[in-house]
């Protein structure tokens, strides 16, 4: 079966370090990845994914995400970190068996502190 | 921008009574989804449509009732309210039809509380 797994519940920063965000996968076959951000009392936003090509992607609000194929990794990151980029993050795979679905992780909270 | 608007961000409603949570998206999507967030769990698929009137079970379908008479919209049902199912409702829309752009845009979600 597909999934995701974002190993830490939590994660804590300070303003102006490099954040990570982590996620593993396992699918059946090429994976489509996707990073989603959720501020308080909102719906989730769309940061970014990877298909196909250059191993690191950028997305929005400055963050970008690194796929490594051989740890089935999708971390993101941010070079520095801002205290409005507190919230919670969720990693998503498409999901093989059902094109159209994504399979989300259990999200991660970034606290970034000032 | 997509845009994906939920009728209520908060609703508060009686054990047993009927509740319709409406989603719209402006975007001619193919595809719309309805999640539920509850915090440790992530988001859980209930149901999904990839067109008027067709729709799939998610995996945690009991209890609800999905409809999607017109391409735009798509309504989340709960017969018979309970408590358990107080949580955070999330619609979503992404484009479908085969073409690879499979992100998924979300509305700002409703609260509900069943009491």
């Known amino acids: 079966a597909q999934s995701v797994a974002q190993p830490e519940d939590q994660v804590n920063v300070a303003e102006g370090n490099p954040l990570t965000v982590k996620c593993t996968y396992s699918v059946s076959g090429n994976p489509y990845l996707f990073w989603y951000v959720q501020y308080p009392n909102r719906g989730l936003q769309f940061l970014l994914k990877?298909?196909?090509?250059?191993?690191l992607v950028k997305g929005s609000y400055g963050f970008e995400a690194e796929f490594n194929k051989s740890q089935t990794s999708f971390h993101l990151k941010k070079p520095s970190a801002l205290v409005s980029d507190s919230a919670l993050y969720f990693c998503?795979?498409?999901?093989?068996?059902?094109?159209?679905?994504?399979?989300f992780g259990t999200g991660t909270r970034l606290q970034v502190f000032p | 921008d997509v845009k994906v608007t939920q009728s209520s961000r908060y609703l508060v409603k009686r054990t047993g009574e009927k509740v319709f949570l409406e989603c719209v998206q402006d975007m001619d999507h193919e595809n719309m989804f309805w999640y539920r967030q509850d915090p440790g769990l992530g988001l859980r698929l209930i149901y999904f449509s990839y067109d008027v009137k067709m729709k799939e079970k998610g995996d945690i379908p009991e209890g609800y009732s999905v409809s999607r008479e017109k391409k735009e919209r798509f309504s989340l049902i709960l017969e018979s309210a309970s408590t358990n199912q107080t949580s955070m409702y999330l619609c979503a829309s992404s484009l479908g039809g085969g073409l690879v752009s499979y992100e998924q845009y979300f509305g700002p979600g409703t609260r509900l509380t069943v009491t």
């Open positions: 998503a795979v498409r999901d093989y068996d059902n094109t159209d679905k994504l399979i």
């Open positions: 990877y298909i196909t090509g250059d191993n």
